[in-house]
């Protein structure tokens, strides 16, 4: 392969990419979201400054992607916090678990996603939507929901609006020294959205600790309800939203150069060797 071929590549491996250029279209994605008031020093510890947390609110979400574009069919869950930046409203991404391998590595790569592998699932099981989540092996969440009782029709601008929101996630990517080369906020909004379907509903959700799957370091205080959303959309690419090591440069050269000292140096006393 020549230089251009290289540089033409849409990703790794050069035989066999794992995903193609994007933007990403999905058909159908359907939403599985419990909203729940957590623990407040939980909710700050999880977010990244100059992110500011909004009243203790944590999303735990499942989101089933049958018909992906360049991805396939797979589905996730995670935990997503209602933040600000600078005063306005922003959705950071602290937790994806999915069992698919393109939009793991494409998500972590491009947007900065902190995704892992594991085994969500999201079911209508009789009169109940149902989201579990298991991590090797152990399951570490349930979330239910009542089925379809509370649609959101008439109130579709709402929906759009929410899914429109921009998000963001923290992408950290060690260089070939281990140390950092990447370390972003990472921003991007869904874009051509059609909101199929739309409802709210009573919810419940239990978290189970697991160390390698943290969802319950962020613990149920109070839940405000569910959200069950069918629609099509596009995922864009992102853009910077803030870069700690320019940031971290930026403060390094504002900081004043010490004074010398202008005193001269007292003579160190020498003591005599012992006789």
Not at 62 to 77: A, C, K, L, N, V
Not at 152 to 179: E, H, Y
Not at 194 to 206: C, E, S
Request: proline share 8%.
């Amino acid at each position: 392969m020549n230089r251009d071929q290289i540089l033409a590549l849409p990703s790794m491996p050069a035989a066999g990419p794992s995903y193609p250029k994007g933007p990403y279209r999905f058909i159908n994605r359907e939403y599985f979201i419990i909203i729940y008031k957590s623990d407040r020093d939980a909710v700050r510890a999880a977010v990244p400054e100059p992110l500011e947390p909004v009243d203790d609110l944590v999303f735990c979400e499942w989101i089933r992607m049958p018909d992906s574009s360049g991805f396939g069919d797979y589905t996730e869950s995670g935990i997503v916090i209602p933040c600000t930046y600078q005063g306005k409203p922003i959705n950071f991404t602290a937790q994806m678990y999915l069992d698919d391998d393109p939009p793991i590595v494409a998500g972590r790569e491009i947007w900065g996603f902190p995704k892992k592998y594991a085994h969500p699932k999201l079911e209508v099981v009789k009169d109940t939507l149902t989201g579990t989540l298991h991590y090797a092996g152990q399951l570490v969440s349930v979330g239910t929901m009542t089925y379809k009782h509370d649609s959101q029709a008439r109130d579709g601008g709402k929906t759009l609006q929410s899914m429109q929101k921009t998000q963001c996630n923290l992408k950290f990517i060690p260089g070939v020294d281990g140390s950092p080369a990447i370390a972003q906020l990472v921003a991007y909004n869904l874009t051509e959205v059609t909101v199929k379907g739309a409802w709210n509903g009573d919810a419940r959700l239990h978290l189970i600790p697991h160390v390698n799957a943290p969802l319950a370091d962020l613990p149920v205080v109070k839940i405000t309800g569910g959200r069950h959303i069918i629609a099509d959309l596009t995922l864009p690419y992102g853009r910077v939203l803030h870069d700690y090591l320019k940031d971290g440069k930026a403060k390094s050269a504002a900081k004043p150069a010490a004074a010398k000292s202008t005193a001269r140096a007292k003579p160190i006393a020498r003591v005599g060797r012992l006789r």
